[in-house]
């Protein structure tokens, strides 16, 4: 399945020991899932990832967080996006994000902001939003 895993998710598998988000990225890791990545989402995963003040209990040392986005990287499906879809999303920022998922006909956003991704002007029915704690129940058997 061709997703889109936004930050927050990433970054909660960072951050928590164990729970959905992680087991997204597990499942990334492993080839069950197949990510996309584009130049707007890789800079906002490096942006947060530079915010030193929100690693600060987390598990992982610095390297080792690079060294988990290089072996998520290595398993994300690059996706060049020509083209503004503007879903008009609340968050601007968030609008990329869609875009992606519509350039490489991803399934699935994975997102912990669902709230984020509703209301949209433009609908792109084929795509769900989804919560990580959702598609771990759609993958486990």
Known sequence: MLIVVDTNVFISAILGPRGPSRLV???CLVGRLQP????SLLAEYESVLARVSLFERAPLEPEEREALLNAFLSTCRWVRIYYLWRPNLRD????HVIE?????GAAAVVTQ???DFAGTQLRFPSIRIL???????ELTP
């Open 131 to 137: 919560h990580p704690q959702d598609l771990v129940k």
């Open 92 to 95: 601007e920022a968030d609008n």
């Open 100 to 104: 992606l998922a519509v350039a490489g």
């Open 25 to 27: 990225v597990r499942a």
């Open 36 to 39: 996309l990545m584009g130049a």
């Open 113 to 115: 902001n669902l709230r």
